[in-house]
């Protein structure tokens, strides 16, 4: 029987909690559950409280996993909740690795990055996993008459999973809005992922990454993010008042 994982508020946004994110997403794959992923962080959380269509988006999302570490750290401390972060770039390297390993032969399509960049992440993973079946890519940066030629490419190729990687919300609103093409399939919001994969940027280090300074690290590499990072002080101040405003905070309102 296909079951559905735990959920629990994080600022009235629900996030899934479970031992294995990538097996619960292969069960998804074999039952033709169609499922969108969200990778929910602090700053994500802030934007949806200015961005009602994206807060809707993350309610309706079969499942969100605590990808930041301020999410990670608000279920542990305020809702005591045995719980790691799990960044989405490697729940969809788990993703991919489970697939090829069950030889699902279910097939693969990258969206998202700079020209170039989709398919450079694609030829990674191929050597990598030479059995694994990639359908197609197709770079984030386009016309709208190549867009449309995009949604008739997933109509007819219906891959089974589809990593979108245009950023926050624009991944998440652009698949809530075209998952209907492809409504058996696994959607996952990858964010950066493909300039990790193609080699264009690298990932933190791992000493910086167990102390919760991944963001320390993104900044440095990207330091025009930073007002966007004021989002982090933003999302500590209203956890605690959120968590002491109110008596059912670890219950999650479907």
Known sequence: MFKFPQVFPVLGLPVH??????????????????????TLNA????????????????????????????????LQYLLGQKVHRFPGIELAESLLQIIDQEQTSASIFFYGGAPGIAEKAADLWQK??????????????HSLAEEQQLL??????????????????????????????????????????????????TRAPRWLANNNLEW??????EPWRW??????????????IYRWTRKDVNRWEF
């Open 43 to 74: 700053e994500m959380t802030m934007q949806a409280e200015r961005n009602l269509p994206l807060a809707k988006i993350i309610k309706n999302a079969e499942l969100v996993i605590p990808d930041g570490a301020g999410v990670a750290l608000y």
């Open 227 to 240: 007002q966007r990072m004021l989002a982090l002080p933003e999302f500590v101040y209203k956890s605690l």
């Open 17 to 38: 909690i479970m031992s294995n994110y990538p097996n619960w997403l292969l069960d998804c794959l074999k039952a033709g559950q169609g499922t969108h992923v969200v």
């Open 152 to 201: 008739q490419t997933l109509t007819q190729l219906q891959p089974q999973v589809i990593f979108v990687g245009l950023g926050v919300p624009r991944q998440e609103l652009w698949i809530a809005e075209h998952r209907h093409l492809c409504p058996h399939s696994i959607w996952v919001g990858v964010g950066g992922s493909f300039d990790i994969w193609s080699g264009i940027k």
């Open 128 to 141: 990598q996993l030479p059995t694994l079946k990639i359908s197609g890519t197709h770079s984030g940066y």
């Open 216 to 221: 320390l690290y993104r900044l440095y590499q």
